[in-house]
């Protein structure tokens, strides 16, 4: 018998072990920006929420409550231009169940072949392996040539490097899968944090000409919302899709909590909140951006989302050594692929006072 644990490869994060210790040892303790966790309070309005929403004892709808699928609607509404109705929309536990369970529970394996940005969120590639598909890495649909690909994973703003996809790109994807019958899947959880360029949804009419066929949006509430302990997101497009999912979810028992839907509607209807998170982000962001520049370092992309993708013009491993002795912890970008071998990945959250120890230390 084969194992699923058999198809997986060893977990990455094991190998940051002996940098953080490094890192923990310093006298002014560790600046840990490796792992973009919030860290900044839950907002009062989602408190207030789940406070009012205990008294659930029934088991929650695999689609979520009306209220809350109307909830994302508006949202997506005013936030992604995109015009979407209950059929459009289904609640997940978090993004990255979604993202790992996505090529499983659209039916594919081993005939499929998923397509993965050349430099992407692990979980893609994972997601890939647990459906036992074919994965090909690679940043261009031109130099797939004839492949058969059944679904394409597109992430802007990216994780790790920022990178914000345009309008005409997204649209030439989306083109080019109809043409094949490929699902296009865009994560899309950093969304409402774009700082040098406006982030674009697949599910915006520019890019798909107004039709939802063949196009899938993953967005979550952890990085917007500082809600990655309640374990909420969505995936929004072809109601199609969207449909077939459920189905399969339902058997699966995949279920948001209900005190969690309720909460979650209160992040999604208040804009306030977001706006004051980002602010916290964004001055975050140009103190370290300043530091790690006047430290030799260059940044690439990062016009977007929770991450500066930051070299020194050396081998990944090095720059996270170099950094660990300063007592800061980042994550080496071979974790996201081959191609980001001479990247760091340096992430905004934490808190301003340790933002500012890294800062001092870095002018060393």
């Known amino acids: ?88 929309v289904l609640p997940t536990v978090g993004s990255k169940e979604l993202v790992s369970l996505l090529p499983l529970l659209l039916g594919l394996g081993a005939d499929d072949t998923v397509v993965i940005p050349e430099i992407a969120y692990p979980t893609y590639d994972i997601g890939a392996r647990i459906s036992g598909s074919r994965i090909v890495v690679s940043d261009s649909t031109l130099a797939l040539g004839p492949e058969r690909v059944s679904l394409v994973w597109l992430n802007t703003p990216s994780n790790p490097t920022g990178r914000v996809l345009g309008v005409e790109h ?42 939802l066929e063949g196009v899938l949006a993953v967005h979550s509430l952890s990085k917007r919302s500082n809600l990655a302990g309640y374990r909420e997101g969505f995936v929004l497009g072809d109601p199609a ?40 982000y964004g001055a975050r962001r140009l103190r370290l951006r300043r530091a790690l520049e006047s430290a030799g370092f ?33 994550a080496p970008g071979e974790f996201y692929g081959a191609a980001g071998h001479l990247f760091v990945r340096i992430a905004l959250t934490e808190t301003d006072e340790r933002i500012d120890a890294a800062v001092e230390r870095l002018a060393i």
């Not at 060893?10 to 600046?31: C, M, Q, T």
């Not at 973009?36 to 689609?63: F, H, R, S």
């Open 170 to 211: 997204l649209a030439k994807v989306v083109e080019w899968a109809r043409s094949r019958g490929a699902v296009v899947a865009s994560d899309e959880c950093y969304f409402e944090l774009g700082w040098d360029a406006e982030p674009v949804s697949i599910l915006d009419p520019r890019v798909n000409g107004g039709s």
């Open 241 to 280: 899709i969207v449909g077939s999912l459920l189905e399969a979810r339902k058997h699966m028992g995949l279920m948001v909590p209900g005190p969690v839907q309720d909460a979650s509607i209160a992040a999604l209807d208040d804009d306030v909140h977001v706006a004051e998170q980002r602010a916290r």
């Open 1 to 88: 018998m084969t194992r699923l644990a058999d198809r997986l490869p060893d977990f990455p994060w094991d190998r940051l072990a002996p940098y953080g210790e490094v890192a923990r040892s310093h006298p002014g303790g560790i600046v840990n920006l490796s792992v973009g966790t919030p860290v900044d309070p839950v907002p009062a309005v989602v408190q207030e929420a789940l406070a009012a929403a205990t008294d659930w004892p029934g088991y929650p709808t695999n689609w979520g409550t009306p209220a809350l699928r109307d909830a994302i609607c508006r949202w997506a509404g005013r936030t992604l231009h995109a015009d979407l109705d209950h059929a459009n």
């Open 298 to 330: 260059t940044i690439e992309h990062s016009e977007a989302g929770l991450y500066l993708w930051s070299t020194r013009g050396e081998n990944c491993w090095d720059t996270v050594r170099w950094l660990s002795e300063r007592g800061i912890l980042v």
